[in-house]
């Protein structure tokens, strides 16, 4: 491999991922996006929620119980010269934790508004996770085709609640049944909107320049209408900056309908044009790994059991920081200081699971795991460092867990050590009793954990309800100080599925005394896995 074929297949790359609300679009976009990278014939096909006609990457029977997804899986396609991955993530608000974690494998995020609801709960909390690396955003505003809210009132609620300022690069030209396209303020065009075109991509119509006469013709008296509005929109809305942008603190917003297929691509432009390609990462060797460093590294992001049921096996998404994977090739496993030959990694397109024979930086991979990966783990061709910035977040629910057959209580801590290496649910040992709290960010977390105690460890355990608020994990650079603290606080420490020290709230007002009380202890709502 010269130097020069890493620094093309990385230019080439953009890896993003979508955040949004549960119902915003996500899906119906995801669809677009791929019928555009032409990796499906027909949109529909990615998962039809309500038919019953679920995608390959429905892997669990509780998914189609649900009818959710629960799974990460990653989309690789073609998009003019570009080569685009989108990771996708749960669609359901139970499986945010993962969602997060997802979040540090992308360059980039794609961020969809339901017009008529504005910024809703999940998305702002998607956003704060995206923060930590002040990843660039893109923003779609979707829905145009039904009754919308004012568009410069949806994008001044995104700049005050979401605190980043919005370019918006089209705009609407009506809304609901007057939907009639959007003027590309950047390209100066006006570019037509067709109903009942969703599932194919259409031909494009457009008129070349706002004061062309032509528009005139086609719209009559809402042209110039149409012309003072975007006089209004230019002196309100900020211009767009490629550095503002690429410091996450500026959005290019774009308008359409996924429904009707129409913007995705005015947004896919802006991807493959502004998003940056893969980038390094930060290691705790003050060392910035960069992505046409030629030496081989990678981290795992997410563990999956059982994609598929033919196959019962784990997977661990990894994501490539530098150099190049190739069919067979030994890597060192950091955590365990062993070298591993990779034989048959996997790429997963659509649901489908292939063999890959070599991939780049920005690309994902997903090797079989027979429990010696842990969420975190850090691949390279040989150095002994580790990637930072792969986070565990608090969670906001509780359990105890109890077995029903008292004897089996080393499979069932075995498993959940297990489980939590994963990502599934997070579990917690009390300093002070026997007890097994297990910690999620998602109702549905808690039913996932039971079944496969139950299918891959064989005990039957129970949940009982505790008194759990929060939890935060606990350190202070003060030996003797943290000392005091965890014999003060000894009845309120527990330890987690990585051994470290957390703190377990029974409420916020307990946590908030506790944090005055101690206030050498630092209390994090995230650990680095
Ligand atoms: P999600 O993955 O973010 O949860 O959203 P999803 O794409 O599943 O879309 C949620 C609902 O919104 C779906 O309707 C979908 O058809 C609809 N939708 C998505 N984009 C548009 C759009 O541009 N315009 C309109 N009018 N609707 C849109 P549903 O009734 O919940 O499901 P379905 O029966 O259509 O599958």
């Known amino acids: 491999m010269s130097k020069q074929s890493l620094i093309n297949e990385i230019n080439m790359r953009r890896t993003f991922a979508i955040i949004s609300h549960p119902d915003a679009g996500k899906t119906t976009i995801t669809e677009k996006v791929l019928l555009h990278g032409q990796k499906i014939q027909k949109a529909g096909t990615v998962k039809g929620k309500k038919s019953g006609q679920h995608a390959k990457s429905d892997w669990m029977e509780m998914e189609k119980e649900r009818g959710i997804s629960v799974t990460t899986s990653v989309m690789q396609f073609p998009y003019r010269d570009s080569l685009v991955n989108l990771l996708d993530t749960p669609g359901h608000e139970d499986f945010s934790e993962d969602t997060y974690r997802t979040l540090t494998a992308v360059d980039s995020c794609l961020m969809v508004i339901d017009a008529a609801k504005g910024v809703e709960e999940r998305t702002i909390k998607l956003m704060d996770v995206t923060r930590l690396r002040d990843t660039p955003i893109l923003t779609f505003v979707n829905k145009l085709d039904r009754d919308i809210r004012d568009p410069l009132e949806l994008l001044d609620e995104v700049e005050d609640v979401l605190k980043i300022m919005c370019a918006p690069i089209t705009w609407p030209i009506g809304q609901g049944k007057n939907f009639k396209g959007v003027y590309h303020i950047a390209r100066d065009e006006i570019i037509f909107y067709k109903s009942g075109q969703g599932h194919r991509i259409q031909e494009v119509d457009i008129i070349k320049g706002i004061d062309n006469p032509e528009l005139d013709k086609r719209i009559g008296g809402y042209a110039d209408e149409l012309r003072d509005e975007i006089n209004l929109v230019k002196g309100a809305s900020n211009e767009f900056d490629l550095e503002l942008f690429l410091a996450g603190e500026l959005t290019p917003v774009f308008f359409g309908t996924a429904l009707g297929n129409f913007g995705v691509d ?21 060392e910035f790994v960069d992505a046409a460093n030629e030496k081989f590294s990678g981290f795992v992001f997410k563990i999956q059991a059982n994609m598929d049921p033919r196959h019962r096996d784990r997977v661990a ?22 070298e591993v030959r990779i034989a048959d990694a996997l790429t997963f397109v659509a649901g489908d699971r292939e063999h890959v024979d070599e991939a780049w930086p920005g690309d994902i991979i997903g090797l079989h795991n027979h429990g010696t990966i842990q969420i975190g783990d850090t691949f390279t061709w040989g150095d002994e460092f580790k990637f930072t910035g792969i986070p565990n977040f608090a969670p906001e629910l509780f359990r105890r867990i109890r077995l029903k057959d008292p004897l089996k209580q080393k499979q069932l801590l075995k498993g959940l050590v297990q489980l939590s290496e994963e990502g599934a649910v997070q579990v917690f040992r009390p300093l002070a009793s026997n007890d097994l709290i297990v910690g999620a960010v998602g109702m549905l977390q808690f039913d996932v954990v039971v079944h496969r105690l139950r299918a891959e460890y064989k005990v039957e355990a129970i949940y009982e309800n505790i008194q759990v608020a929060t939890a935060r994990w606990v350190y202070c650079d003060d030996a003797k100080k943290f000392e005091e603290f965890q014999r003060k606080a000894q009845h309120n420490l527990s330890i987690d599925g990585g051994n470290a020290l957390a703190y377990i709230a029974p409420t916020m007002a307990n946590l908030s005394l506790t944090q005055e009380r101690f206030p050498e202890i630092t209390f994090t709502h995230t650990k680095e896995v």
């Not at 005015?266 to 003050?286: C, F, I, Q, S, Y």
């Open 317 to 338: 998404f990894m994501r490539i920081v530098s150099g190049k994977y190739e069919q067979g090739m030994k890597m060192k496993h950091v955590r365990l200081g062993k």
């Open 266 to 286: 005015h947004m896919l432009d802006g991807l493959v044009e502004w998003a940056p390609t893969p980038m390094g990462r930060n290691t705790d060797k003050e």
